[in-house]
């Protein structure tokens, strides 16, 4: 009787696993983002998203998004972002890395000066993705795709914030007028982080339902079918 309750409930789990499950797009706006430059700069109001060098300073950018109405399973994730310009001046093109930042989120929205390490977090570390840039990018909106690290910390993200890294990965020469950089927008459309989610498998009623009732019929059947016990 016991090994027979066993497999009936081996049964139930199997039949509930195997309903199907559908992965859902979501989309979620970045609550903040913005720049630190070399010098470790950062002014709290500005959320435009250089990276590169603009022929005086360096530049690495950031975006936090909120995970607090995702759950599930994240199977996949990509970074959208709307590309304003595109400045090479020695190479036609570039390479723009995803990191992940150590750095607390408050520190990192608040900004002030002298944050060298900010700026160097931003732009070292674990790699979370990467797409190279050209100047057919200028103007368009993007895709970067996030590599296993990076939707394994946003797995482990939710229910809170989250922050990315960016920074121009590829050779540069600085001087004077000597350009090499992407992004620079604030407006339109991103910056967006899109989500592939599949929710957590939830045994079907009508199964477990049916299920039961041949639960309670059988042992009903058995019992019935048991010799009657002597006094």
């Not at 001046?89 to 929205?109: E, W």
């Not at 020469?173 to 899109?194: A, D, E, I, K």
């Amino acid at each position: 009787m016991r090994r027979w309750i066993i497999g009936s409930l081996l049964t139930i789990g199997i039949l509930a696993a195997s309903s199907p499950v559908r992965a859902a797009t979501i989309t979620l706006n970045a609550v903040d983002s913005g720049v630190y430059d070399e010098l470790g700069r950062h002014t709290a109001a500005y959320q435009g998203y250089v990276a590169g060098y603009d022929g005086y300073y360096v530049y690495h950018d950031w975006f936090v998004f909120d995970l607090s109405s995702v759950s599930g399973q994240i199977v996949s994730a990509s970074l959208r972002l709307q590309t304003f310009y595109v400045n090479f001046y020695q190479h036609g093109t570039d390479t723009f890395t995803l990191f992940d930042v150590t750095t607390p989120i408050a520190s990192l929205v608040a900004g002030g000066t002298g944050l060298v390490g900010t700026f160097n977090d931003l732009g070292s570390g674990t790699i979370y993705g990467n797409r190279t840039y050209t100047y057919s990018d200028e103007f368009n909106v993007r895709d970067t795709a996030l590599q296993a690290a990076g939707v394994n910390a946003l797995q482990a993200a939710i229910g809170g914030q989250f922050a990315l890294g960016g920074a121009l990965t590829g050779p540069f020469y600085r001087g004077f007028g000597q350009h090499q950089n992407v992004f620079g927008g604030c407006c339109g459309v991103g910056p967006q982080l899109v989500l592939d989610v599949e929710p957590v498998p939830v045994p079907e009623p009508a199964t477990l339902t049916l299920v039961g009732f041949g639960l309670a019929a059988a042992v009903v059947r058995r019992r019935r079918a048991a010799p009657p016990q002597r006094g």
